[in-house]
């Protein structure tokens, strides 16, 4: 069936690192700008980083620049998110989106985009 699987998500102590990885099903992941979200319990849903199509230009959050690097693998249409130096936060759900349309502001923006995938839990503490 058409959906959006994100892989990777865990337990990792502060300063480790995490790779998680969305890959679609029925469609190709090559084609769309791809965005990565984050939600803790009781809070909204954060953008974290996203990649466009064609030039493949990036976009990261205040929170998470420096430390996040997203990345498109054409040949296996996946898009990873590369988290180095984990700070302690709450456990949240990271979610890969797609099919977005809005303005370049938008891009972090959760109502931009149509097609989400289920979700990774990561989890950072000592």
């Known amino acids: 069936q058409v959906q959006l699987v994100e892989s990777g998500g865990g337990l990792v102590q502060p300063g480790g690192s995490l790779r998680l990885s969305c890959a679609a099903s029925?469609?190709?992941?090559?084609?769309?700008?791809v965005a990565w979200f984050r939600q803790a319990p009781g809070k909204e849903r954060e953008g974290v980083s996203c990649?466009?199509?064609?030039?493949?230009?990036?976009y990261y959050s205040d929170a998470v620049k420096g430390r996040f690097t997203i990345s498109r693998d054409k040949a296996n249409d996946t898009v990873y998110l590369q988290m180095n130096n984990l700070k302690p936060e709450a456990p949240a759900d990271y979610y890969c989106?797609?099919?977005?349309?809005?303005?370049?502001?938008?891009?972090?923006?959760?109502?931009?985009?149509?097609?989400w995938g289920q979700g990774t839990q990561v989890t950072v503490s000592s």
């Open positions: 989106a797609t099919d977005f349309s809005g303005t370049q502001l938008q891009l972090l923006e959760p109502s931009g985009y149509k097609f």
């Open positions: 029925g469609f190709t992941l090559n084609t769309y700008t």
């Open positions: 990649i466009l199509t064609g030039d493949s230009a990036t």
